[in-house]
């Protein structure tokens, strides 16, 4: 296991608590059986995942992953295991069963605040007030959920608003220091990153080098995890950016509670209340986990279903006071809470992925397999390698299905077509089989409209 996975998982533990101790409960497990059954189940996923990264290719590391996930029932394996096998789905382009295979209930607590809808609260554009909110500000903190990708396509969409408005430095999490070309470059390799694996994570680290952006890497390069790697990574953006550029205007996309303000995390500080006492600097925090749909089986906070049926939002929104003040579900943790609509799908993949129209459905086919299944379907920009990481990427497999939390790919009916969703331009198109061997490549041009492979062939 990567440095990465192990400190994201040791992370989640402390969010997955009440989860986990439930789950316990439910199986009639003692803390020490459970305790130890999480162990096994560690040191499994440990190793299926060593094994995987042995086979050649994304598709190949990522069916043997899902093979090892299908195989093992266990509630403890799944837990564990659910999350590895969530960013690999999110990294092949399957996201419902990325936000299926893990998922972090939000229950009700005693610092909520108020229900917006209870009075003295507008809803507004996610995108339109969280710039004005930005406004004069030094620096801005984004979370996301790293498996599910709509918790970064608000950020990408904002990215042109806040460069115009004088932001200057993007950083991402896991980021790789390495990786020296990356502003050269102009686009994210395997060796960038961990989470820009995902196609929207790397379009969010390529937009923001498009527009002007500084991109820079704050990961922790020191053992430990916890406390040590909140400070370690609030210190590598003080010093990699203000400390050299006090003018600097900075946006920051980090993961779940690594932006909160106030309270104890991991045991310790978490990053945003390490970077304010060596910066001075007040992030604009913008949290982005919690008010989103969850998978059957997981419960959504009770505000979110009263929001959603209420006003059946069709875009990421946000609610402001009569004084201009946003609300936040935590406040002192968090400055404003955005509410993401449910996913709507076309063909198994949620429309979001149209970045709010900056991107168009592009229909893809089992034509590009070549009859070999399963196989991954990838569009890159034209002007970049063959390394890079795509605009987006897809799996065609026949008996591809809407697996949910027991089983994710499950024979249900014929699933040789799909759409990629990509901005207008030109583009190569690849179909891999499991063996990483090229089995189709086309260059095609995406225009204003949506298209399909066969009227742009013609």
Request: with cysteine.
């Amino acid at each position: 296991m990567t440095t990465t996975m192990r400190i994201a998982w040791i992370a989640l533990l402390a969010c997955l608590f009440p989860f986990v101790a439930a789950t316990a409960q439910e199986e009639q497990l003692s803390p020490y059986q459970w305790q130890q059954a999480q162990k096994v189940a560690f040191d499994k996923s440990e190793k299926v995942y060593a094994d995987a990264l042995k086979r050649n290719g994304l598709l190949a590391q990522y069916k043997a992953m899902r093979d090892a996930y299908r195989s093992d029932k266990g509630k403890a394996f799944r837990i564990v295991f659910g999350q590895y096998m969530s960013w690999y789905q999110s990294f092949v382009g399957d996201y419902p069963g990325a936000h299926d295979s893990y998922s972090i209930r939000q229950l009700a607590s005693s610092d909520d605040a108020s229900s917006p809808l209870s009075g003295g609260y507008t809803p507004k554009s996610a995108l339109d007030a969280v710039a004005e909110l930005a406004k004069g500000r030094k620096a801005i903190f984004f979370n996301e959920a790293h498996n599910v990708p709509l918790t970064r396509t608000l950020t990408v969409e904002l990215l042109s608003k806040l460069r115009a408005e004088g932001y200057t430095y993007f950083a991402a999490e896991t980021l790789y220091a390495s990786d020296a070309d990356l502003q050269k470059r102009g686009y994210p390799v395997p060796a960038s990153g961990f989470y820009t694996m995902e196609p929207i994570s790397a379009e969010m680290v390529r937009t923001a080098l498009q527009l002007g952006f500084k991109v820079v890497a704050y990961e922790s390069e020191k053992p430990g995890n916890g406390d040590v790697r909140e400070y370690d990574q609030a210190k590598n953006l003080n010093e990699r950016v203000f400390k050299h550029d006090p003018d600097a205007r900075l946006v920051v996309n980090a993961g779940y509670a690594h932006i909160q303000e106030n309270g104890k995390y991991l045991g310790g500080k978490s990053m945003a209340q390490h970077f304010r006492k060596l910066t001075g600097i007040d992030p604009l925090t913008i949290e982005q986990t919690m008010l989103i749909e969850h998978p059957p089986g997981t419960e959504n906070h009770p505000y979110y279903r009263a929001v959603i049926d209420s006003l059946h939002p069709k875009e990421p929104i946000v609610f402001e006071g009569k004084n201009g003040k946003p609300w936040s579900l935590k406040p002192g943790a968090y400055e404003v809470s955005v509410f993401f609509p449910p996913d709507e799908l076309r063909d198994e993949r949620p429309t979001w992925l149209d970045l709010g129209g900056l991107r168009k459905p592009y229909s893809v086919n089992g034509s590009m397999c070549q009859n070999e299944y399963p196989c991954l379907i990838e569009a890159r920009y034209a002007k970049e390698g063959d390394d890079a990481i795509p605009a987006d990427r897809l799996v065609l497999d026949p008996v591809k299905a809407a697996e949910r939390l027991e089983e994710r790919l499950i024979q249900r009916r014929p699933q040789t077509h799909g759409d990629l969703y990509l901005r207008p331009g030109t583009y190569r198109i690849t179909g891999l089989a499991t063996d990483n061997r090229t089995l189709f490549r086309q260059e095609v041009v995406i225009g204003d409209k949506a298209q399909s492979a066969q009227t742009a062939a013609q």
